[in-house]
């Protein structure tokens, strides 16, 4: 039998999930959610949601890994069976759609790095910026090359390994990714003018606050820590009982929360200094930033930056979502990782080209009213993710309650006094709250 592979150190495995949960979300979606949702109140609906919430459902994903030593689907397999290794599936499906396309918008990514050495974002007028990022997406080659170098570089990452490739990654791209934020933060918050963008994000004005205000930082808080599809069931699994598996969630939590308040520390105050909106939606990151950078002294030398970062903070979060499909056929079907890694790489790339030519020839064909391209976030953004965690929810708080208590007190044989806390909250809240995402994304 084969030996398990574990995190050489529980510093390695903590920034690895960090990594996982740190993805483009945090970055270019949570700036432009906090900008539409009133700045200050949002940020603190979404802390009080992410520590909830949040960390109740990557604690039972990482309980579920560890107590199963198994794969998103295994897992459920050993530790009842019947149909629980359904929620598993939902899982690893949800890995499978969700890399096909975010592989294709993490290439942009690399694209706009390469735009920013070569003079291509020199403009400051967002119509010329936008006219630009519009004729680029729309291509049938060039998206496609750089979609095929990310997930090439996902691959090679996870067929090292946990050690030799995940862990060893996670402990060079996140401290460059943290290192790259405070470069970029230093510069935006000494602009004229990015004091107005520091006030909008951390002074509070709950006169702003309407219902649509909290369903948008559940939503955030949910998706931003990568909950639902597995990712943490499958980093949980390479994690040895002496661990404090509790503190360990935490740290991840509080990590992926740094770095989207970081990023709105970045975006906000740059966004305000040059007068644009701070609200402009998934257009703030390609074309409202790179008209902000150009008329900042070295401008293009930031914008490399800044798109560096984006496909750092892509990577450790790719790398997380290939882990699930991977470990589920080395574990489940007996291939090698190698073969597992490059079969399913190959596979993913293959399901994102018609994603990524939806923007362009195939932009007129649609699946039940959506691009390919929007069907495949639909489906997994409003279906697969919410259905994965609130079963994981319910599986750990009804299911497994008792292995799950006597799971956290492994690495000290103490039951932690906050374990009543987490058990209403992974019983009833958490599961309450993701129904309410899971309804409100397939009515809106």
């Known amino acids: 039998m084969i030996q398990r592979e574990h995190w050489g150190s529980r510093l390695g495995f903590i920034l690895a999930a960090a990594g996982s949960a740190v993805g483009l979300g945090n970055i270019w979606k949570f700036p432009y959610m906090a900008g539409s949702n009133g700045g200050g109140a949002f940020l603190l609906i979404y802390l ?60 942009w990514t690399i694209a706009y790095m390469v735009k920013a050495v070569t003079g291509g974002l020199s403009s400051s007028d967002p119509a010329v910026l936008g006219a ?6 729309a291509g049938n080659i060039s998206p496609l090359v750089y979609h095929a170098i990310f ?87 390479y994690l040895s009982k002496k661990e404090n598996i509790a503190g360990a969630a935490g740290w991840v939590v509080l990590l992926d929360t740094a770095v989207a308040v970081l990023a709105g520390l970045l975006i906000l105050p740059a966004v305000f200094a040059f007068g644009f909106d701070p609200g402009a ?30 496909a750092i903070a892509a990577l450790t979060s790719s790398v997380s ?41 195939m932009k007129d064909t649609t699946f039940f ?11 997994s953004a409003k279906l697969l993710l919410p259905i994965g965690g609130l079963f994981i929810s319910l599986f750990v708080g009804w299911v497994i309650w008792g292995a799950a208590r006597e799971d956290l007190a492994s690495h000290n044989g103490k039951v932690p006094a906050w374990i009543n806390i987490w058990g209403i909250l992974v019983k009833f809240i958490a599961p309450a709250a993701i129904a309410f995402i899971l309804i409100s994304g397939l009515i809106s």
Request: glycine share 12%; net charge neutral; with cysteine.
């Open 48 to 107: 009080a949601l992410v520590f909830t919430i949040g960390l109740s459902v990557m604690l039972a994903e990482m309980v579920i890994g560890r107590l199963s030593e198994k794969n998103a689907i295994g897992a459920f397999k050993k530790l009842k069976g019947g149909a629980w290794p359904l929620v598993g599936l939902c899982g690893v499906g949800a890995a499978f759609t969700i890399l096909s396309f975010y592989s294709v918008v993490a290439g």
């Open 151 to 237: 997930m090439a570089l996902t691959v090679f990452v996870v067929l090292s390994g946990i050690g030799s490739g995940i862990e060893r990654a996670s402990k060079i791209l996140m401290p460059a990714l943290f290192v790259l934020l405070l470069i970029l933060i230093g510069r935006a918050v000494t602009l004229p003018g990015a004091g107005k963008g520091l006030a909008f994000l951390l002074q509070p004005d709950f006169s702003k606050v309407t219902w649509n205000t909290v369903s948008d930082a559940l939503s955030q808080a949910f998706f931003s820590l990568s909950l639902g599809m597995g990712a943490m069931i499958t980093y949980g699994s």
């Open 369 to 379: 009213g959506m691009t390919f391209f929007n069907l495949m976030d639909f489906v």
């Open 321 to 361: 979502i290939l882990e699930v499909v991977v470990a589920y056929f080395v574990d489940d079907r007996g291939l090698s990782r190698k073969v597992a890694s490059i079969i399913m790489g190959l596979i993913i790339f293959v399901l994102g080209i018609p994603s990524s030519l939806s923007n362009g020839i």
């Open 281 to 310: 939606g998934p257009g703030l990151t390609f074309i409202t930033l790179p008209a902000v950078f150009a008329q900042m002294p070295f401008g293009e030398f930031f914008a490399f930056l800044f798109f560096l970062l984006l």
């Open 132 to 137: 630009a990022f519009d004729g680029f997406i």
